[in-house]
Structure formats: structure tokens, C-alpha cells
């Protein structure tokens, strides 16, 4: 599907330290000035909040945490008074968690204080804010989560599932990131110092960056710049340190050049990760060399101004890099000094004029997560007629795992007429991996562990997956528990270095890559009830785009403080576990299929999916497997109507009397359809599947549809 | 060797194993042998893990490079290393 829809870049918005909209930073990167100063953004007192923070000024009024009003400002910027986007996918690791930690200091037992903490919901404030009907994906891969959301609204644009995507990331300054990367000791005392020969770490900082992208063009509306490719890796090598080679970012922007079809001579500027950690600043010095051989691009990493803004650095860079292509300006690496002699780069000391074709811009985040980014001046090319066909996947092995154990236990269960929800036994997920492996992980990453491992073994392949992509709407929330009881028990002072680094949504993703060795593309949507879909939908489009097979997975597992707080699912029953996918191109071998079919919002949307997933045959399914997560229960008599006119004589099953409420069971109730599907009935109430068809739809706040054949 | 110092590394090989959920038992820990890059599969993660430990329970900063390399030679010198920082420690 390359070469279909391209990516203008016609809006640009942007937050950070020093600067609040884009006018504000195009000053700051031709005048630079930094302004860290000690956090006030969070309660921080006592020695050891005094290191000094990237903050942004304001955002301190109550109601939407500070990540939604950051993220709602800059992306305000960014869609202007244009024609509003037709699908959103947002950056963030943070969220609402500075208002989580407030409701867990004060002891809060309200789950409406903590209703901001699920990362959805700061895309569903800028889907409420721009009427957004169609597909809301949040991306959470750490420091590179808004690199990667550039990349899959790139797909988005590219498959002609979308026209206009706002893209990119925020974050906002908070106690977990602060006091982790304390911890951590990676934070410099005297503000980071990029490239330096006494560099000592980075600034944590906050802020956004979005960019508005056009397959097309509206009229009047003029392309700044243009995403032409995307790059993403993962290093498998260690859950916080670089691959000391770099060899990851290597292969991101490797990845990223030819996916733009552009030579590495060819790049005028590469702006870099550069967080000013010893470390970082190494691997990825050498991992330019690998890439552009002797003949460096001109180089600097932005972060000396702007801190390091997390989640939301890969957006505000791609701001950045598109403004150095606008004005043709190369940024100045702020705050060096003394460029150190071992890293062998010479990067750009002060904002010089210079003719900047293409920009490569790179973002790299914990679990070994890369991402780049290749942006041009806009190209006059005619874009090709984008196909909205998704191919077909063909499941080559499924694993899950529920209250009952893993896939054969489930159906015992279900053939029996038992309910099969509930928290997943130990012994189910014990063996996930060596024991000195998974020595210090949690729940999360333990279940994902065994769910990937079952599926990729059963699989049959030897080889590393092609593409990883990783579901979980409420991520490791015991480790973030974790991290934030210690801290506040010890006044600010002391928290497990471990449990931080485990409190990242994609965390568990990279461990399964370590486990796999797989240095593929890496993503983790955590995207409420849909987090499992859109994984799907993520592989589909990377099987498209050539992937020869694709490990999609979708997890959740409870934490008896948290989730009951925040997910009125976990409030009535504790029910954890998922299901795991490898998935390949529809290859005509015998087996179940599974195509995911649409996400719309579901106030007044509805019921166009559903008419458009009928396709003029409200035969065409023997069952349609509805699952409403118990926050939207009150819908159910609304969508029950709807499907029934929908598709009349169509049997619906609510597959969560069956299976249980968690956020991901959905992918659980896709495993149980694939091997339904083949055994020709489902084992939910024994029902036949004469057509060897299932819809899966789900109603939330938004409804998501995927099929399941054979 | 005192007999407060073989209390002490006691302590940090329980601690050690406690904190790093290392499938071993606290005896098994040679107190001589390196605790970084040998047998144990101790990395970067770990050894933060026992800085913050140690500021922890003893009052004692590990927070450079070099004070790490000479803390955690081994379980040995980690004790004299605490003993020798310790605020308000008997001489």
C-alpha cells in the first residue's frame, strides 16, 4: 500500500519550556535561550527536588490534568480554523498521573479522582474538542511515543484509512518521571548538556508537539513539510540502557531512509535524540556513523533548550524539524560546552541559516524503543489513489489466557458451560520464561511474556517476529502502585528504580522482544477497551506495507489498590489475562482469518459501522460476539437495538458472561472465535457457525469491529 | 574480620537477595566474589536498586561511577564500604 496517501504537514503546534505556540519556539530556535528552573508543577520539596526541570509556564488551573491542557493547546494550534482531522493518534506516558498521585497521597479511595489516569483519555479530550468520529489511538512507547504516532498516522494517511490525522505527543512534568529518572541517576544537576565531554544526564521537561497531516492538501491550506518516512526498532538488549553500538537506532533510521526512498547523502539535518545522558549521547553518536559513514549531516539535539519532554520529545522535534525546513535554519545544540572528543561529531553550535531539504529526526525511549522520522520540503509529486482495503491475516497460532488457565483449559471450561473469567492462575503463566528473567518482573509483563512466547512457539517460525505490536489499556499499573507507595512512604526520598522502569506502558513489550530477540517494529496502543484492536489494525497495516508475520498481543492484569479505582470492569469481579496472535498474510492455508473492520465513535456512529460492516448482508454472520465494558453498561439496550436491526436474525452474545470484564478480553474473545471458527461453533452457549463467521464488536465510548473467519 | 562486620554482610547478603529477587539463598552469596558482571547476573538495574537500598537503610550515597566500582567489589567491601560512611556508626 506504499505510495498510496501522502503526509503534508499543514498545521504545526507546539508547547514547551521557554516557548507556548510555535511562533514562541521559532524565536526560541533562532534566539536560544534556556529557562530550567526548580519543578513547581508537582509538590516538590526537600533535597531532592532540587535538580533543575524543563517546565512549561501556566496549565496550574484545576480540572483537565496538565498532560490533557497541554496536549488540548498545542493541537488547538496545530488544526487551526482548517478542516477538522478525521482521526487522532497521541503520544503520552503520563497522562492524568499527576492526579493520581495526588488522589494516592491523599488516600483517595474515589474512583472519580482517578478517572484521568487511563492515557485515552487525553486523545478522547482532543477527539471531543475537534468532533473526531473515526479511529482515536494512543501510543505509548516511552521516550518515543509521539515518533511513533507519526509513524502510524503516516499508515493511517498511506492506507487511505484516513485524510487528515493530527499527530504527535505531551507530557506533563510529574513525581513518577521526576523522581524515576532520580533514581535512575540520569538526571544532571546543572541542566543536560548535550554531546558534552561532562555531560551528566538529562532534564525532565514537558510539553507537546503535534502535526496536522493531509493526504491532500485542502485548498488554501499550505504544506509546510511532508512525513516521508517512518522508522521504527526495537534493540532488544536491555530494558533502559541503549545497545552500546546503537545498533537499533541504526536500524530505525535505516528503516526510516528507505521507507522515504531517500539516500542518507541526501539528509541536510539530523536532529538528534540527545537526552545529555552518557550513555545515549554514545550509542547513538555511533549509530549516526553507521548509518552516514564518514560525511556526517549537520547535527544537534535540541534538548539543551527544550529539556527532555518524554512521550512528547518526538513531536515537538518533528515541530522542530519542520520549522528548520521552513526557514531553512539548522537548531543550535543548546547548553554544550565542550563537545565531547570520543563521540566524533561536530554539531551545530549556534542557529545557522543554511538550505535544509530533509530533516531526520530521531526519538529513542526505555524498553529499547526507536523511532525516526524523515521530513522533507513538501514534494510537488501527485499522490496515488490510497486503497481503504486491509488485508486479510491469517492466524498462524493463538495463545490466551483467563480465569481458567490457557486456551485449552478456556474451552474445557466454556464447552462445559462454565464461566471462564477471573484472575489468571500463577501456574498458567509461572513458566512464562527463565527464571532469571523474569526475576524481577511483575504481573503484566509475565502474562504478556507467556502469551507471546505460547504464540510464537505455536507458530512454528524460528525466526524473530517481523512486527511486535502490544495492547494494554491499563499497562503495569503494580509497578507504578508500587513506585509511587514507596516514594511518598519515604517523603520524596527513595522509590524502586525497578518499578519505574517497569511503570512504562510498553515496558512488557520490551521484554517480549528480549525474550524473542526481535528487533522489529515495537508499538504499544494503550487505548482503553481498544487497545487490542488497534494493535491488530497496526499489524495489518504493517503486513501491507510487506511484514511477513506480525506478534499482536493485548493484556491486562489487575492490581487489587488500582483497578478497582479506576475501571468500573475490575470494581465488581477481579478478572485479568488476554490473548496473543501470530499473525501472517493471507496465504489460502487452512485456518481462521481475523480483519479488523472499523473504529467510530459511538454517539450517533454506530450505526453506519455496522452498516457498513453488513455490507448489504445482514446474513453475512452466523453470531455477533458483543462485548460493552462495564463503564458504557448503560448503553447496552441502545446497542442491542441497534445491532438487531442491523442484522436481524443474527444471534448476539455477549462475551463477557463468558469470559469476564477486563479492558483487553476482547482479544480474548477474538482467540476463542479463531478457534471457533474452525471447530465450526462457538463454545459460548454451543452456538453453530454454519458460515464459519463471528463479528466481534465492541461498544464503548467508541465502537471498534473485527471479523473472525475460516 | 569483626563479628559486627560479619553481621553486617549477613545483613546485605539477605538484603541483596531480598531486593533483587535473586533465586538463591542469602548463604550462597560469597561475601569475596565480585557482585557485578559474575555469577550472580547482577546489571546496571540491580546495582541502582541496592544505591537506593543502601541510602536507604544506611544513610550511605553511592553516586558516581567510581564510588560504585569500589561499593560493589563485593559483598566485603560493600560492608566496609557502609561502615566506613555510616553516620553515627562506631568507629
Known amino acids: ?710 | 574480620m569483626t563479628e559486627s562486620k560479619d553481621a553486617l554482610t549477613a545483613e546485605l547478603a539477605r538484603k541483596l537477595v531480598e531486593t533483587l529477587g535473586l533465586d538463591m539463598a542469602a548463604k550462597a552469596v560469597d561475601p569475596a566474589a565480585p557482585l557485578i558482571g559474575a555469577g550472580l547476573g547482577i546489571d546496571s538495574i540491580d546495582t541502582l536498586e541496592l544505591v537506593v537500598m543502601i541510602e536507604r537503610d544506611y544513610g550511605v550515597k553511592i553516586d558516581n561511577r567510581a564510588a560504585g566500582v569500589e561499593a560493589f567489589a563485593s559483598l566485603n567491601a560493600l560492608a566496609d564500604y557502609i561502615r566506613q560512611r555510616r553516620p553515627s556508626s562506631p568507629a
Open chain 1, 1 to 710: 500500500m506504499s505510495g498510496g496517501g501522502r503526509a503534508y504537514v499543514t498545521g504545526i503546534g507546539a508547547v514547551c519550556a521557554g516557548a507556548a505556540n510555535v511562533a514562541a519556539l521559532r524565536q526560541l530556535l533562532a534566539y536560544p535561550k534556556r529557562c530550567f528552573q526548580l519543578p513547581t508543577a508537582f509538590p516538590a520539596n526537600g533535597p531532592t527536588a532540587q535538580l533543575p526541570v524543563a517546565q512549561v509556564a501556566g496549565f496550574d488551573a484545576n480540572g483537565l490534568p496538565r498532560t490533557h491542557r497541554i496536549a488540548l493547546q498545542a493541537a488547538r494550534e496545530a488544526v487551526g480554523d482548517g478542516p477538522l482531522p478525521d482521526a487522532i493518534v497521541v503520544g503520552t506516558t503520563t497522562g492524568g498521573i499527576l492526579t493520581t498521585e495526588a488522589a494516592l497521597q491523599a488516600g483517595s479511595g474515589d474512583p472519580r479522582d482517578y478517572r484521568f489516569h487511563g492515557l485515552d483519555t487525553v486523545a478522547q479530550a482532543l477527539a471531543a474538542a475537534f468532533n473526531v468520529d473515526g479511529p482515536v489511538f494512543t501510543v505509548s512507547t516511552a521516550c518515543s511515543s509521539a515518533a511513533a504516532a507519526v509513524s502510524v498516522a503516516q499508515a493511517l494517511l498511506r492506507a487511505g484509512l484516513a485524510q487528515r490525522v493530527l499527530a504527535g505527543g505531551a507530557d506533563s512534568l510529574s513525581r513518577l518521571t521526576f523522581h524515576g529518572f532520580r533514581q535512575l541517576q540520569l538526571v544532571a544537576p546543572d541542566g543536560c548538556k548535550p554531546l558534552d565531554v561532562n555531560r551528566t544526564g538529562m532534564t525532565v521537561g514537558e510539553g507537546a508537539g503535534f502535526l496536522f497531516l493531509e493526504s491532500k492538501p485542502e485548498q488554501g491550506r499550505r504544506a509546510l513539510a511532508e512525513v516521508v518516512g517512518t522508522g521504527l526498532s526495537c534493540d532488544a538488549y536491555h530494558a533502559t540502557s541503549p545497545h552500546p553500538e546503537g545498533t537499533g537506532a541504526a536500524l530505525a533510521m535505516r528503516r526510516a531512509l528507505a521507507d522515504a526512498g531517500i539516500a542518507p547523502s541526501s539528509v541536510s539535518y539530523v536532529n538528534l535524540h540527545g537526552t545529555g545522558t552518557p550513555d545515549n549521547d554514545a550509542a547513538e553518536a555511533r549509530a549516526i556513523k553507521q548509518v552516514f559513514g564518514q560525511k556526517l549531516p549537520a547535527l544537534s539535539s535540541i534538548k539543551g533548550l527544550t529539556g527532555h519532554t518524554l512521550a512528547a520529545a518526538g513531536g515537538l522535534e518533528a515541530v522542530v524539524s519542520v520549522i528548520a525546513l521552513d526557514e531553512n535554519l539548522l537548531p543550535a545544540n543548546t547548553g554544550l560546552e565542550n563537545v565531547d572528543p570520543k563521540l566524533a561529531v561536530s554539531p551545530v553550535l549556534e542557529p545557522t541559516r543554511a538550505t535544509v531539504d530533509v530533516v531526520l529526526s530521531n526519538s529513542f525511549g526505555f524498553g529499547g524503543n526507536n523511532a525516526s522520522l524523515v521530513l522533507s520540503k513538501p514534494t510537488s509529486t501527485p499522490a496515488e489513489a490510497a486503497t481503504a482495503e486491509l488485508p486479510t491475516l491469517r492466524i498462524a497460532s493463538v495463545a490466551c489466557l483467563t480465569g481458567r488457565g490457557t486456551v485449552g483449559e478456556t474451552l474445557a471450561a466454556l464447552n462445559a458451560g462454565e464461566f471462564a473469567g477471573g484472575l489468571v492462575p500463577e501456574g498458567a503463566f509461572a513458566k512464562a520464561a527463565p527464571a532469571a528473567f523474569i526475576r524481577r518482573l511483575k504481573r503484566l509483563p509475565r502474562l504478556m511474556l507467556a502469551l507471546a512466547n505460547t504464540a510464537h512457539l505455536g507458530s512454528g517460525t524460528r525466526s524473530a517476529p517481523d512486527f511486535l505490536a502490544v495492547g494494554t489499556a491499563w499497562g503495569p499499573l503494580a509497578e507504578t502502585q508500587e513506585f509511587l507507595r514507596k516514594l511518598f512512604e519515604s517523603n520524596d526520598q527513595f522509590s524502586s528504580p525497578m518499578d519505574f522502569i517497569g511503570s512504562v506502558s510498553n515496558a512488557p513489550a520490551g521484554q517480549v522482544a528480549l525474550l524473542l530477540g526481535a528487533q522489529c517494529p515495537n508499538l504499544t496502543f494503550s487505548s482503553a477497551d481498544r487497545s487490542f484492536e488497534q494493535a491488530l489494525l497496526s499489524a495489518a497495516l504493517a503486513i501491507a506495507n510487506g511484514a511477513r508475520n506480525a506478534l499482536v498481543l493485548a493484556a491486562e492484569a489487575y492490581e487489587p489498590r488500582l483497578s478497582p479505582l479506576l475501571d468500573p470492569d475490575a470494581a465488581a469481579k477481579p478478572c485479568d489475562g488476554g490473548a496473543a496472535f501470530v499473525l501472517v498474510p493471507d496465504d489460502g492455508a487452512p485456518g481462521a482469518r481475523i480483519r479488523w473492520l472499523g473504529e467510530t465513535v459511538s454517539e450517533g456512529a454506530a450505526s453506519a459501522l455496522l452498516a457498513r460492516v453488513a455490507q448489504g448482508d445482514p446474513g453475512r454472520f452466523d453470531v455477533v460476539a458483543l462485548g460493552i465494558p462495564a463503564a458504557y453498561a448503560s448503553l447496552s439496550r441502545h446497542a442491542l437495538t441497534q445491532v438487531a436491526a442491523a442484522f436481524p436474525n443474527c444471534p448476539v452474545l455477549p462475551y463477557r458472561d463468558w469470559l469476564g470484564q477486563h479492558a483487553s478480553v476482547s482479544a480474548t474473545a477474538a482467540a476463542i472465535a479463531a478457534e471457533g471458527v474452525v471447530a465450526g461453533a462457538l463454545p459460548f452457549a454451543k452456538t453453530p457457525l454454519p458460515r464459519r463467521r463471528v463479528l466481534l464488536l465492541q461498544l464503548g465510548r467508541r465502537s471498534t469491529a473485527v471479523e473472525v473467519f475460516a
